[in-house]
């Protein structure tokens, strides 16, 4: 049985760039559906909180629902085609055909996670592009801490168990890596080996310059090791191989994070086919500067799933461009406006009080002040005040205290402390 919906915008996608198109056209009169595979808005610049127990993901992932005005319609589906010359979209929810009939389309359903070439590499890795995956990797960590807590263990396991390998030097990897260090030192009170590896010359390569020496300075002096330069060449259960100056490097771990790389989601192999649109190496839709996709003038993609002028897989670009799509088409912008991104800046916790921040290239913070920003402007832009208020309280705990709400409720461990037990939560 297939049912058919219609509606005058469909928004495919309840990321940043989604739910912004969504809220403009709702407040300009125009019916929008939104179509998501998943019931929430996810906040993904938190989910390495999530994954370190500062956060629960109640707190960053808000419903769909809750994020737009009441006049937004969402359904809950997969999609699993589109055909841009009959304007109908098809999707599956609740073991059912739906077909969507529409009159603009916006596509905007981001990225997944890019192994360059080695998908096997997933099955030993953790990712950090959904509340499940920030979840599991949570659960990950507290068992490791546990393994290298037991003096009864095997020692070559607590070392693997202690150990943590991050692929990505981008803001994802470097603050996953400096919160793993915060976790260890302040609250569960355990010495860790940290490796944090990017194949690019210097750790968060689009900052550079001083930027990126103090990071890198940063990390080192919590106790992490930074390897930049090398690619990882192997990965199973028990770590990682790296080639680094031209020599193989063994990193034995039982963690291994994977923040390198991305490509487009599914979806736009679907769009690419139906409109002609190309696409680049990652997948990503070769968009025209409106944002429309091949020669289909009421069809938007936007973020993650889009190449268009190197601009930086951010929030800020999706966001922009949704609103830009939202104001072509009721009328605000003429149809064919080149979409041009207003750059605000951009920032990197690394951990505790350290944090590197570049507003347009102009003014660069580092420490204590950047900190503080970084602080300020994501409590700004997460859904909702209840989960503001949440947000800033778990803050307190985890960084003026040494809680860890997000670990609340499991088992506490017990970390030898000269030849005694201390209890830790």
């Not at 507290?142 to 607590?158: C, G, K, L, Q, W």
């Not at 193989?248 to 963690?255: E, G, I, K, Q, W």
Request: aromatic fraction near 8%.
């Amino acid at each position: 049985m297939t049912t058919t919906h219609t509606a005058d915008v469909v928004i495919v996608g309840s990321g940043f760039g989604g739910i912004a198109a969504a809220r403009r056209l709702a407040r300009r009169g125009y019916r929008a559906l939104v179509v998501s595979e998943t019931a929430h808005y996810l906040f993904q610049p938190l989910l390495y909180q999530v994954a370190t127990g500062i956060l629960e993901p109640k707190i960053i992932a808000t419903a769909v629902e809750d994020t737009v005005p009441t006049d937004v319609e969402v359904l809950k589906a997969q999609v699993t085609g589109v055909d841009a010359a009959a304007q109908k979209l098809f999707a599956t929810t609740d073991g059912h055909d739906v077909t969507i009939e529409y009159n603009w389309l916006i596509a905007a359903t981001g990225s997944a996670q890019a192994y360059f070439g080695r998908p096997e590499f997933a099955e030993h890795t953790f990712a950090l592009k959904t509340a499940a995956d920030a979840t599991t990797l949570r659960d990950h960590i507290h068992e490791r801490f546990v393994i290298a807590a037991d003096t009864t263990a095997d020692a070559a396991a607590r070392n693997r168990a202690a150990s943590f390998v991050i692929v990505g030097a981008g803001a994802t990897g470097v603050e996953t890596a400096g919160e793993i260090a915060e976790l260890a030192k302040r609250h569960f009170h355990q010495d860790v080996q940290i490796t944090l590896v990017d194949g690019a010359p210097d750790v968060l390569p689009a900052y550079g310059g001083k930027l990126s020496a103090y990071a890198r300075q940063r990390l080192t002096d919590a106790g992490i090791t930074v390897i930049t330069g090398a690619m990882v060449t192997e990965l199973d259960a028990t770590g990682a191989t790296i080639e680094h100056d031209g020599a193989p490097t063994r990193l034995d771990a039982d963690t291994v994070v994977w923040a390198a790389g991305m490509r487009a989601a599914d979806f736009a192999a679907a769009l690419a086919a139906t409109s002609g649109c190309p696409t680049d190496r990652a997948g990503r839709l070769l968009i025209n500067n409106d944002l429309t996709v091949g020669g289909y003038a009421n069809v938007f993609a936007i973020g993650d799933m889009t190449a268009l002028h190197d601009y930086p897989g951010q929030s800020p670009v999706a966001m922009q461009q949704g609103r830009h799509a939202a104001d072509t088409i009721t009328g605000k912008h003429q149809r064919g406006t080149e979409f041009r991104y207003f750059d605000k800046g951009s920032m990197a916790m690394l951990n505790r009080l350290g944090a590197v921040t570049d507003v347009r290239d102009t003014i660069k913070m580092t420490g204590p002040l950047a900190w503080v920003t970084w602080l300020l402007v994501h409590l700004y832009y997460l859904a909702g005040l209840k989960h503001r208020t949440q947000a800033l309280a778990d803050w307190a705990r985890a960084f003026v205290g040494r809680g860890r709400p997000g670990y609340a409720t499991y088992a506490p461990i017990r970390v030898p402390d000269d030849d005694k037990e201390r209890v830790v939560a």
